[in-house]
């Protein structure tokens, strides 16, 4: 049971990172199409709240299990993921009170 929800959390994690992934994309070609910074912002925004943030967690998970020595890192990805994700919303923030 506990591998069953394992996977769940692993399938739904992909799935928000490739949703952040075509999300940011889009707001991307808003930017590049219409030449707003405020979407370029919007874009790098969600990048920043949704892929980068798992990915870090994701890779670094996998390095603390093959080193099982390096457990004391796990509180330092932790607040760097949380402070990634920080900065995502910062950008949000800041793209939807820009001025064109």
Do not use: C, H
């Not at 998970?61 to 390096?70: A, S």
């Amino acid at each position: 049971m506990t591998s069953l929800l394992y996977w769940g959390e692993v399938v739904v994690a992909v799935a928000s990172v490739v949703l952040g992934l075509v999300i940011g994309y889009q707001a991307y070609r808003g930017f590049r199409r219409n030449d707003s910074r405020s979407m370029q912002y919007l874009s790098l925004g969600l990048i920043f709240l949704t892929a980068v943030p798992f990915t870090l967690s994701f890779v670094g998970t996998l390095v603390i299990n093959f080193q099982p020595d390096l457990a004391n890192l796990e509180r330092y990805l932790l607040a760097a993921s949380r402070t990634i994700q920080l900065v995502g919303l910062g950008f949000i923030t800041y793209s939807l009170y820009e001025k064109p």
